[in-house]
Structures are given as structure tokens and as C-alpha cells.
């Protein structure tokens, strides 16, 4: 495993180590993944991981059959696994590195590891706010310390979980009611558009 993790960038950890967790597994059992055909179509990009990108020409997102089409504020684009689920009534979406395109999303994904986002859905915008890595760091938060992980490069802040899908479900339902849980400084808004320019993503290589 430490071998494994070697290979990775350290500059491509040096931006997972402000914005997110890492798994090795999914956040969630295949049973729980969810078709919501409300979130298919086009996005646009108004809040890049905590930055107003608004006034910013990119390139809408684009949601279809479980597949995240990125483009980040240089308008670099990435496709990424993107699978919902449910627990309770709280929604969460499971995202994980899927093509060789890079941009920063895509750089978020790359070892490739799934990253856990919390959803927010109202009206025409939806918000995905990401694990917060300083609050799971915290060494008297007992919450976190059942969970299993490795230290990678010897860095104990820096860690890859790997944890069940069934144990990130149970821990993560132990946790709704913990805000802190959430990093909102990292967060990224999308709001749909009813139709895209020209250039759509599936034509923008």
C-alpha cells in the first residue's frame, strides 16, 4: 500500500490535503445508489471549491447516466463517476476519477480514490460540500477514531480511509446532525440551465 501511494503527485495531495477525504471503497453500498433524473442536464458553474467563478466563461457541467462532465475555471474539462444515494433524508453523491482528462476535479480523484460530497438541492441550484478534513484530523474527535485508515508517506493528516461502503454508511448516518462534518469553505454551486451554448461538453475534447 505505501508503494502504491508513493506513485501520487505530491503537489496533486498537496490540493486533496485543504479540500477532502479520501476511500479506497465507495461511500455506499450499490443498493443505495439512486436514478435522479432531476439532476440530469446541464450546470452551470457559479462556485469553484469555495471561489466565485460566476463572471467566468466555462463551459457548462453536464450530468448523464452516472457520468460528472467537469470543466474547471480554466475551462480544462474531466469526466468523473457521480453515483447518489440516501441516507435518511439526506442526500450524498459519491464521485471518483473516470477519464485521463485532467483539470482540478479531475486532479481531486486521481489516485484514483471516491471523495464523498453532501448535496443540496433548491429550486434551480444544487450544492455539493465535500468531507471536512480538518475536523476528521482533530485528535480528540472520538467520532473518527473507529474509522480505519493509512498514513500516507508516513504524514498521519494525510490519510486514506478504507473503510466498507457499509461502515462509511453506518458512520455516516451516526453523523448527520455534525454541520462540522462538512467543509462549506470547499463547497461548489451549480445552477441548471435549460440548454446549453454550442460548444456542449460532449463535443469539447
Same mark, same amino acid.
Given at each position: 500500500?505505501? %508503494?502504491?501511494?508513493r ?8 490540493? +486533496? ?6 476511500s479506497? /471503497? ?20 457559479n462556485?469553484s ?10 463551459t457548462?457541467w ?10 474547471d475555471?480554466n ?7 457521480i ?6 433524508? #439526506? ?6 476519477g473516470?477519464?485521463?482528462? /485532467?483539470?482540478?476535479?479531475?486532479n ?8 464523498? $460530497? ?16 480538518e ?17 500516507y ?5 494525510t ?14 448516518? +451516526? /453523523?448527520? %446532525?455534525?454541520?462540522?462534518m462538512?467543509?462549506?469553505? #470547499?463547497?461548489? $454551486?451549480l #445552477?441548471?440551465?435549460v440548454? +446549453?451554448? +454550442? ?6 475534447k
Amino acid at each position: 500500500m505505501r %508503494n502504491l501511494l508513493r506513485i501520487v503527485p505530491l503537489l496533486l495531495l498537496g490540493i +486533496a490535503a485543504g479540500c477532502t477525504i479520501y476511500s479506497i /471503497n465507495p461511500f455506499c453500498t450499490k443498493g443505495k445508489v439512486l436514478e435522479l433524473k432531476e439532476v440530469s442536464g446541464y450546470w452551470k458553474l457559479n462556485v469553484s471549491i469555495g471561489e466565485d467563478v460566476s463572471k467566468h466563461d466555462i463551459t457548462p457541467w453536464k450530468i448523464t447516466d452516472n457520468t460528472l462532465i467537469t470543466y474547471d475555471k480554466n475551462d480544462k474539462r474531466s469526466d468523473l463517476s457521480i453515483a447518489f444515494f440516501k441516507l435518511k433524508n #439526506q442526500l450524498f453523491a459519491d464521485v471518483s476519477g473516470k477519464s485521463s482528462q /485532467n483539470n482540478e476535479y479531475w486532479n481531486i480523484t486521481v489516485l484514483p480514490m471516491h471523495v464523498l $460530497v453532501k448535496v443540496e438541492l433548491s429550486g434551480d441550484t444544487m450544492t455539493l460540500v465535500p468531507l471536512n478534513l480538518e475536523w476528521f484530523n482533530k485528535a480528540d474527535n472520538e467520532k473518527v477514531k473507529a474509522l480505519k485508515s493509512v498514513a500516507y508517506d508516513g504524514n498521519d493528516k494525510t490519510r486514506i480511509y478504507t473503510n466498507s461502503p457499509e461502515e462509511w454508511e453506518s458512520f455516516l448516518e +451516526a /453523523n448527520l %446532525n455534525t454541520p462540522e462534518m462538512f467543509n462549506e469553505k #470547499q463547497k461548489v $454551486v451549480l #445552477q441548471k440551465i435549460v440548454a +446549453a451554448p +454550442a460548444a456542449v461538453a460532449e463535443e469539447k475534447k
